[in-house]
């Protein structure tokens, strides 16, 4: 299918589209084209009504909060987890919401990786967000061995993408756990999940996934495709609010493993007010939880996931495949003349929810969006990533945004702007 790129065809679209109305659901700054919801999904008027109820059971109730009220705070975190296991193709006692990536990642490392005898290895790409590389290096070290020695990392040979030759060559018999990323944060691409979890299992490796950028715009089956462990944040596409809750998963297959990092809230919740100095852990994911859960930041997740069940993620990953190959497409008729080079893989199964176009003049490209009214955001040292949102993100809001880039490129407007980066970008 072809695009013409004219206003009709966006209102078209538009009409067209039945995930229109949540568009309304969502708070939308006039004369803005937000594209960053894969670095924060705005706020939802449910979300908002959610932290409400929560602020109000704890004016109404003060303690008692944990086991009354709407929401009971005690057992929040297990009902989100069950909520949001068809996001990720999870058995309800497989996800728990909890903590924050960082975190979460090591919990799940503490838990799963155990160096024994020449299988002291831990497998991750060159390509992966410095967060998870830190946590990975510090787990290393925890174990009392050498980082530099221990941490391997798939090479990519054109620096955005990674192929699966690439990362099977560091899946060698000295490898203990296999980290990768779902989507990678830079360049966009999908790494094949089903695929390369059969590879790691078959030499043996554990295999988790850092769900970021994929949670809550495209679907997963970790349950069936045998996945170990997976850790999110909720603040990017699950439009939970900044430092917003994150979750992880856990293969049920795992359920018997102690978790690595103790904590009172990983206790099965009959005896935790025991206050027994034996651990007796949680059946479930719930195991892996460290301390009180942060109830007014899981709050927008009650909101949010009420409206990921109303919309259904396959109808979410339509559209936002639509948007996002409207989008290529554009760039490949219109912006590639001006040197810009789109590094998001082409076909629909390799690409996640949003387009990562480079240039050297990346992060001033991304201030003369700004001064636009679009919102995009630099990764450095020169991709500039774009995001539609299904939820909200209509195609004439798609079209103006493209039409206005076409202009700054037009018109080299971004040289009225230095090309440094901002302290956030
Ligand atoms: C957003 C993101 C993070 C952030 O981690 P937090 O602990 O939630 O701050 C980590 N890793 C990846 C791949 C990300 O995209």
């Given at each position: 299918?072809s695009?013409?790129?004219s206003?009709?065809?966006a ?10 109305a949540?568009r309304?659901?969502?708070y939308i ?10 670095s ?6 449910k979300?908002?009504q ?9 004016k109404?109730?003060g ?7 709407e929401h009971?705070?005690?057992?929040l975190s ?17 996800v728990i919401?909890?903590?924050?990536i960082t975190?979460?990642?090591h919990?799940?490392?503490s ?6 005898g020449k ?7 060159e390509?992966?967000f410095?967060s998870d590389?830190?946590?990975l ?9 050498n980082p ?9 040979d ?14 060698t ?12 944060y830079r360049?966009g691409?999908l790494?094949?999940?089903k ?11 554990i295999v988790g ?6 949670i809550?715009?495209?679907?997963h089956?970790?349950?069936?495709w ?8 909720n ?10 809750t ?8 795992h359920h018997?493993r ?5 904590g009172?809230f990983?206790?099965?919740k009959?005896?935790?007010?025991d206050?027994?100095?034996?651990f ?6 719930g195991a892996?939880q460290i301390g ?5 930041s ?8 009420e409206?990921f069940?109303?919309?259904?993620i396959?109808n ?10 409207y989008?290529?497409?554009f760039?490949?008729q219109?912006l590639r003349?001006?040197g ?6 082409s076909?629909?199964?390799d ?6 176009l480079?240039h050297?003049?990346?992060?001033g490209?991304c201030?003369?969006m700004k ?9 450095a ?13 209509s195609?004439q809001d798609?079209?103006e945004?493209?039409?206005?880039i076409q ?10 702007y230095?090309?440094e980066?901002n302290?956030?970008a």
């Amino acid at each position: 299918m072809s695009f013409t790129f004219s206003r009709e065809e966006a209102v078209l679209f538009d009409q067209q589209d039945e995930l229109s109305a949540f568009r309304d659901q969502f708070y939308i700054k006039e004369g803005q084209y937000y594209l960053d919801g894969n670095s924060l999904g705005l706020l939802s008027k449910k979300a908002e009504q959610a932290v409400l109820s929560l602020l109000d059971s704890w004016k109404n109730y003060g303690i008692e909060g944990w086991m009354e009220g709407e929401h009971p705070w005690f057992t929040l975190s297990e009902q989100l987890g069950e909520k949001t296991a068809p996001l990720i193709g999870a058995k309800p006692d497989e996800v728990i919401v909890t903590g924050s990536i960082t975190v979460n990642l090591h919990q799940m490392l503490s838990t799963f990786y155990q160096p024994d005898g020449k299988r002291t290895k831990i497998a991750a790409d060159e390509l992966n967000f410095p967060s998870d590389i830190y946590t990975l290096q510090s787990q290393i070290k925890l174990k009392g061995l050498n980082p530099d020695i221990e941490l391997i990392k798939a090479a990519s040979d054109n620096g955005t993408t990674l192929s699966i030759e690439e990362i099977d060559r560091v899946l060698t018999d000295e490898v203990a756990v296999l980290l990768l990323p779902s989507v990678l944060y830079r360049s966009g691409q999908l790494l094949p999940m089903k695929e390369l979890t059969k590879r790691a299992h078959e030499k043996g490796i554990i295999v988790g996934f850092d769900l970021a950028h994929s949670i809550g715009a495209v679907p997963h089956e970790l349950h069936d495709w045998g996945v170990d462990f997976a850790v999110w944040c909720n603040y990017k596409y699950m439009n939970n609010g900044p430092g917003g809750t994150g979750g992880l998963f856990i293969h049920e297959k795992h359920h018997d493993r102690l978790p690595g990092l103790k904590g009172w809230f990983g206790s099965n919740k009959e005896k935790q007010f025991d206050m027994a100095h034996t651990f007796t852990k949680a059946d479930g994911a719930g195991a892996y939880q460290i301390g009180t859960p942060n109830i007014l930041s899981t709050a927008p997740l009650i909101g949010s996931l009420e409206l990921f069940e109303e919309a259904g993620i396959h109808n979410l990953r339509k559209k936002s495949l639509h948007q996002t190959q409207y989008m290529a497409d554009f760039f490949e008729q219109k912006l590639r003349s001006f040197g810009m080079k789109k590094v998001t893989p082409s076909a629909d199964e390799d690409r996640g929810g949003h387009i990562a176009l480079q240039h050297p003049y990346a992060a001033g490209i991304c201030k003369a969006m700004k001064a636009e009214g679009i919102i995009p955001d630099f990764r450095a040292p020169d991709i500039i990533r774009l995001a539609p949102a299904a939820f909200y993100t209509s195609y004439q809001d798609l079209y103006e945004a493209m039409q206005k880039i076409q202009r700054i490129m037009e018109t080299e407007a971004y040289k009225n702007y230095s090309n440094e980066r901002n302290v956030i970008a």
